[in-house]
């Protein structure tokens, strides 16, 4: 994805600073700042230098048509052509990202050739009920959804050994008629697969199906539905196997406790 940045007219007085023979911009031979995939769903620009400044290729990402960073950055970019640039701000508060695109295009067409609408975004936070609420930095979402996986694996883990140690009767009951340790193994491996695979499976086809229905609130495709769906998937997968690892110790534990010591606690 490329953004385009007027170049300065020299020779022609701008509105803003009458002294500065640069202030005046063209569009007739822009320059071409390209983004690049790095991550998601955030813009990072390098440092774009005054001189060669066609050569450089900051890096970035933003999944809509339009360009959506930070007024920091924004200026930044612009400052690299002019050192105070004619530039007009306006505070528009919008429900949906959608809307963003809507009021770009309608003051691109008021406004006509002469002038270029860029969608700043601001880092706000909205105010609820219950009080405030703080927007997540993207690059800490990865970082909590394992936080979330490790801690539900965790209680999943501790639930089951629970349950296997409130079934301290069955299994001396089990070695009592000659059951290995192998055998203990594979019945609690299986209460610990039933459990987990049961919550997971609920909770990730109830969530993608409330999920379904937010699409018609906002711009995403079906296709990127889709694929936030097998990221989710691959998440869930992982969720799985921790609690499946966890509960190899607990069902290790379990085959290990002796017929004897069971039957006389009973």
Not at 98 to 108: E, G
Not at 142 to 153: E, F, H, K, N, P
Not at 197 to 207: D, M, S
Not at 214 to 238: N, P, Q, R
Request: net charge neutral; glycine share 8%; hydrophobic share 50%.
């Amino acid at each position: 994805m490329e953004i385009l940045i007027p170049r300065p007219l020299a020779g022609v007085p701008g509105a803003n600073a009458p002294s500065d023979q640069s202030a005046a911009l063209s569009w007739d031979n822009p320059t071409s700042v390209r983004l690049d995939v790095v991550g998601a769903y955030k813009v990072e620009l390098g440092v774009v230098p005054l001189e060669h400044l066609d050569q450089q290729t900051p890096t970035g990402y933003w999944k809509r048509p339009e360009i959506l960073v930070s007024r920091k950055t924004f200026l930044d970019l612009v400052g690299r052509i002019l050192p105070e640039p004619p530039v007009y701000q306006m505070l528009v508060k919008v429900a949906r990202h959608s809307d963003t695109k809507v009021v770009v295009q309608r003051l691109r067409e008021a406004l006509g050739q002469d002038y270029g609408v860029y969608a700043v975004a601001e880092l706000v936070s909205t105010a609820g009920e219950a009080g405030g609420l703080r927007l997540i930095v993207p690059d800490m979402s990865s970082l909590i959804r394992w936080m979330i996986i490790t801690m539900a694996a965790g209680i999943v883990a501790a639930s089951v050994y629970v349950l296997l140690a409130l079934q301290t009767r069955k299994i001396g009951l089990l070695r009592a008629i000659g059951a290995t340790s192998k055998d203990i193994v594979l019945y609690a491996l299986s209460a610990v697969a039933y459990t987990t695979l049961a919550g997971i499976g609920i909770g990730f086809v109830l969530g993608k199906l409330i999920s379904l229905t937010v699409i018609t609130a906002t711009d995403f495709s079906f296709l990127e539905w889709l694929k936030m769906a097998g990221y989710d998937a691959l998440l869930s997968l992982a969720g799985i196997a921790i609690p499946l690892v966890l509960g190899l110790g607990v069902a290790i534990w379990a085959s290990r406790i002796p017929c004897a010591e069971v039957l006389r606690r009973e």
